[in-house]
């Protein structure tokens, strides 16, 4: 049963933008925070941008200035406005939703930069 869904991944050259969605069900209760990740080959899953109920963000040193992260608490979506983007920025992104029933996490979508 999935539960969080992300989408927009693709194909993108160097300096170009791109924009991600995810959108959690309601199945997953309130959510107090959601957040992008990411995984490139051989490396570990690291966090992007998070998004608090509040609307404060975070974000990973690597992407301060060209991403952004959003969010439509009422409809339980995040975005992720990405801006300038480096081929070290390829990897499969990962959305992940943490509401009082735990910790929900999509399947993932590719993100590749390369000319």
């Known amino acids: 049963q999935v539960l969080v869904v992300e989408s927009g991944g693709g194909l993108v050259q160097p300096g170009e933008s791109l924009r991600l969605s995810c959108e959690a069900s309601e199945r997953i209760g309130s959510i107090d925070h959601m957040a992008w990740h990411r995984q490139a080959p051989g490396r570990e899953r690291e966090l992007v941008a998070v998004i608090f109920s509040s609307g404060t963000t975070n974000y990973a040193d690597s992407v301060k200035g060209r991403f952004t992260i959003s969010r439509d608490n009422a409809k339980k979506k995040v975005s992720l406005q990405m801006s300038s983007l480096k081929p070290e920025d390829t990897a499969v992104y990962y959305c992940?939703?943490?509401?009082?029933?735990?910790?929900?996490w999509g399947q993932g979508t590719q993100v590749t930069v390369s000319s």
């Open positions: 992940n939703a943490q509401s009082w029933r735990g910790s929900f």
